[in-house]
């Protein structure tokens, strides 16, 4: 049975816990789809990606692989097998990597990476197989840091989230959110949820201590979406509290679901929300009072939702940013068009965003640019490090029309209902926009009319924010 899915430090990264999320088990609407054992070999195509010539590829995915292994500590182990030539894929009980260099999924179309698994209904239904596809017909791969590129040991490692059980994440600063904007290399390090979510899934007595040790389980292989709280150690289904991750209203205490408007997939999770008042102290510390549809509710976890959250302006957008946050970035040409000590970092499309230094001198270790003082992270595989970002230049060019802000994507979406098991593949997972910056053009001057070079430009923009499955 295939199934469609998708897209180093040890420390975890701290943010506040929202849970994730796993697969239902068809045959127990109240547990998961696990591994049979706590050991599950993977193989790599020994090609690797055609985009990167010097094996760092196939390290940056073995860095991935390591990376999960540590925060499991042998509970659950990702083990490599020798190599192979091949870069068929299928339900042959072989966990293969690969570089996909041509004839990508059509339903994956767009997708950084996508995860096959196949499973066995019993009891309990148990994976059997799972291929981790990597995009190599449009992604443009680095291992470097390179910003205008794709990173591979991010994707990698949200794709063997997949491999493991892991779903979606409805927190954009964890590896397994299903968007990513070119440069993300703060996936390097995991976060506590994705520990979390890795080590529920892992064989062997399980005991939680709070709701953040539970998952929302998603029936995209099949039985229900449930929400599983954490009652006497055990996990068992229930409403969880703001925050937690949630595809229905009834799955939170607060009867308010805020589902991810960047998400075209009715089964990637929202977080547990309230109305609020814009102004008000209704939120959490941090949380946008946000606009969705006709209401305002809180989005646990994102400084903004749309760009009506970012105080009006042309030039100010609600951006997926380069750490994983949702945050207001005003967009430029230059640094001119920057508040000291901002600076204008160049998003490789024309437009820049405008963010100030981090407190890393360079050659210091980081995972994103804005810990340096540079705005800078690069350096090899598995060894990014500070360094200084060179001026953005516009070339003269300021003038640059505005179509008018993104707008949200309306009211909650509902579920996206059962999966259509007569064709070899699920429809896409999840068809999340890629990041604007800017969709409609940046007027960071008088208005004009921008020239033919600024409008070829934008045609580029669709990879600067790419969905991973």
């Given at each position: 049975m295939r199934r469609l899915l998708g897209v180093a430090l040890a420390a975890a990264l701290p943010f506040p816990a929202r849970a994730f999320a796993a697969f239902t088990d068809p045959s127990h609407p109240n547990a998961p789809v696990r591994w049979p054992s706590s050991s599950v070999g993977v193989v790599l195509q020994s090609d690797g990606s055609d985009d990167v010539t010097d094996g760092s590829d196939l390290a940056a995915v073995r860095a991935a692989i390591t990376q999960w292994n540590t925060a499991l500590g042998g509970r659950l182990t990702v083990t490599e097998g020798a190599p192979v030539s091949s870069r068929a894929w299928g339900d042959d009980g072989v966990n293969a990597v690969i570089f996909v260099e041509s004839g990508w999924p059509g339903a994956a179309d767009g997708a950084l990476g996508t995860t096959i698994p196949n499973i066995q209904a019993g009891n309990p239904s148990t994976f059997t197989d799972a291929d981790v596809l990597l995009n190599g017909t449009e992604a443009p791969w680095v291992t470097d840091g390179n910003p205008f590129g794709v990173d591979v040991q991010s994707i990698a490692g949200h794709e063997l989230g997949h491999l493991l059980g892991l779903w979606h994440a409805w927190d954009s600063r964890v590896a397994m959110y299903t968007g990513a904007r070119r440069g993300t290399t703060f996936r390097h390090q995991l976060s506590d949820d994705d520990i979390r979510g890795?080590?529920?899934?892992?064989?062997?007595?399980?005991?939680?201590?709070?709701?953040?040790?539970?998952?929302?389980?998603?029936?995209?292989?099949?039985?229900?979406?449930?929400?599983?709280?954490?009652?006497?150690?055990?996990?068992?289904?229930?409403?969880?509290?703001?925050?937690?991750?949630?595809?229905?209203?009834?799955?939170?205490?607060?009867?308010?679901?805020?589902?991810?408007?960047?998400?075209?997939?009715?089964?990637?999770?929202?977080?547990?929300?309230?109305?609020?008042?814009?102004?008000?102290?209704?939120?959490?510390?941090?949380?946008?009072?946000?606009?969705?549809?006709?209401?305002?509710?809180?989005?646990?976890?994102?400084?903004?939702?749309?760009?009506?959250?970012?105080?009006?302006?042309?030039?100010?957008?609600?951006?997926?940013?380069?750490?994983?946050?949702?945050?207001?970035?005003?967009l430029c040409m230059r640094d001119g068009n920057c508040t000291a000590p901002a600076r204008c970092i160049d998003l490789g499309y024309g437009a820049g965003i405008c963010a100030e230094p981090g407190t890393r001198p360079t050659g210091d270790a980081c995972l994103n640019p804005y810990q340096c003082v540079g705005l800078a992270c690069r350096g090899a595989a598995g060894d990014l490090r500070c360094a200084v970002a060179p001026p953005k230049e516009d070339g003269g060019v300021?003038?640059?029309?505005?179509?008018?802000?993104?707008?949200?994507?309306?009211?909650?979406?509902?579920?996206?209902?059962?999966?259509?098991?007569?064709?070899?593949?699920?429809?896409?997972?999840?068809?999340?926009?890629?990041?604007?910056?800017?969709?409609?053009?940046?007027?960071?001057?008088?208005?004009?009319?921008?020239?033919?070079?600024?409008?070829?430009?934008l045609s580029a923009l669709f990879l600067a924010r790419r969905r991973v499955r």
């Open positions: 890795a080590r529920y899934l892992s064989p062997g007595a399980f005991t939680c201590t709070s709701n953040a040790d539970c998952p929302l389980l998603i029936r995209r292989l099949g039985g229900e979406n449930t929400r599983l709280v954490c009652n006497g150690g055990a996990c068992v289904p229930g409403a969880a509290g703001y925050g937690a991750e949630c595809v229905d209203d009834n799955q939170c205490t607060t009867g308010l679901c805020l589902r991810d408007v960047w998400s075209t997939d009715g089964y990637d999770p929202g977080a547990c929300s309230r109305a609020c008042t814009p102004g008000g102290t209704d939120c959490q510390a941090g949380d946008a009072c946000a606009a969705v549809g006709a209401a305002h509710v809180c989005a646990p976890g994102r400084g903004c939702v749309v760009d009506a959250d970012c105080g009006g302006g042309s030039n100010n957008r609600c951006l997926l940013d380069f750490d994983g946050a949702y945050r207001c970035r005003h300021v003038v640059v029309p505005d179509a008018g802000p993104r707008t949200d994507a309306g009211t909650p979406r509902p579920d996206g209902g059962t999966a259509d098991a007569a064709g070899p593949y699920y429809p896409p997972y999840e068809e999340v926009p890629e990041e604007p910056p800017p969709d409609d053009g940046c007027a960071c001057a008088a208005p004009g009319r921008a020239p033919a070079w600024w409008r070829v430009l």
